[in-house]
């Protein structure tokens, strides 16, 4: 085990609403990234999170947004959700924003129907 | 295109036997490649990690090799285990793009007895 915990652990969503995924990072660790894994395919950077401010993004688009906490834990929110959107969410935390080890959670599985 | 590409896309073994997994990049420059083992369902966890100088890297059974000139990578895995059935990631950090890890597809590795 990581430390690094993800809630929930499966989540169901119909089209167009919006959902927040949760993350709590390795004690210590002060940078958050988050990816989206689509089913058969490598994880795709979205964003990191480094000292509650955001430090790098991915291709995706602004209907995907984040928020880091002080105690480091982080938020991932998708509004208006697509079917496309449906994959694994995982984030990962590290103790620096510069290429450090990063250490992945089990993971968020969001179903959009 | 994808800037990292591994092959085969997924392999059967039988128990005991070894295998060699390969991962071909266009990234470049670069400042480190990642191997990472993921368990269906679960996050990546990390197998070795390799500069841009290094050809090889050992962790346990798993070794990592790494030809710069060629761009090309591979891990080596001596007498499988069941355990050993899983997802195996290529990761490409690119120079100065520490915060966004570029993920190849995968390898699906199956053990069998």
């Known amino acids: 085990e990581t430390g690094v915990t993800q809630s929930p652990t499966h989540l169901i969503k119909t089209r167009g609403q919006q959902v927040t995924l949760r993350c709590s990072s390795q004690s210590g660790h002060n940078t958050v990234s988050w990816y989206q894994q689509a089913l058969g395919q490598g994880p795709q950077f979205i964003f990191q999170y480094y000292r509650e401010e955001e430090n790098g993004r991915g291709n995706f688009p602004p209907r995907f947004s984040g928020l880091q906490f002080p105690n480091y834990s982080s938020e991932l929110n998708v509004n208006a959700l697509e079917l496309d959107d449906s994959a694994l969410y995982l984030c990962?935390?590290?103790?620096?924003?510069?290429?450090?080890?990063?250490?992945f959670g089990p993971g968020t599985r969001l179903t959009v129907t | 295109k994808n800037q990292v590409e591994q092959s085969p896309q997924s392999l059967i073994i039988l128990e005991g036997k070894n295998c060699t997994l390969q991962c071909n990049y266009t990234v470049s420059p670069f400042s480190n490649l990642r191997w990472y083992k993921q368990d269906t369902g679960r996050g990546p966890v990390s197998l070795t990690i390799?500069?841009?100088?290094?050809n090889t890297k050992s962790n346990g059974r798993y070794t990592a090799t790494l030809d710069a000139d060629t761009k090309q990578s591979s891990l080596h895995i001596t007498a499988s285990q069941l355990s050993d059935s899983a997802s195996y990631i290529c990761v490409v950090i690119p120079s100065g793009g520490y915060n966004k890890l570029i993920f190849g597809a995968g390898t699906r590795l199956a053990v069998h007895p």
């Open positions: 990962a935390s590290s103790l620096r924003q510069d290429g450090d080890e990063q250490y």
């Open positions: 390799m500069t841009f100088s290094e």
